[in-house]
């Protein structure tokens, strides 16, 4: 069983940057793909971005170009750089873990994460 705890969140003004962490435990997640979702208030949890153990990475076409997924050196963390943020980022931001070692096709999808924290919440004010 794996528990993932994100850490990071918080209140900041349009074009800043805030970089989000998610620790996982209770066994390796070193193979894992590991994702972000997020969920605004109102509306469905989306699929954010992913990477996977070979640092292979996948986003959302609203973040790319602003946001970085990255696995943390021992491979147990992973990180979503967020620049030039905007309102509508504000949402509550999950880590998610999928057991398979690579990404494919349906790896945006939360159906095909096993494991997830429990979200921490990111604010974006005009």
């Known amino acids: 069983q794996v528990q993932l705890v994100e850490s990071g969140g918080g209140l900041v003004q349009a074009g800043g940057s805030l970089r989000l962490s998610c620790a996982a435990s209770g066994r390796t997640v070193i193979h894992y793909v590991m994702a972000w979702f997020r969920q605004a208030p109102g509306k469905e949890r989306e699929f954010v971005a992913a990477?996977?153990?070979?640092?292979?990475?996948k986003y959302a076409g609203s973040v790319k170009g602003r946001f970085t997924i990255s696995r943390g050196n021992a491979q147990n963390t992973v990180y979503l750089q967020m620049n030039s943020l905007r309102p509508e980022d504000t949402a509550l931001y999950y880590c998610?873990?999928?057991?398979?070692?690579?990404?494919?096709?349906?790896?945006?999808?939360?159906?095909?994460?096993?494991?997830w924290g429990q979200g921490t919440q990111v604010t974006v004010s005009s």
């Open positions: 998610a873990a999928d057991k398979r070692s690579f990404l494919h096709t349906r790896s945006g999808f939360q159906d095909e994460y096993g494991s």
């Open positions: 990477a996977s153990w070979n640092a292979n990475t």
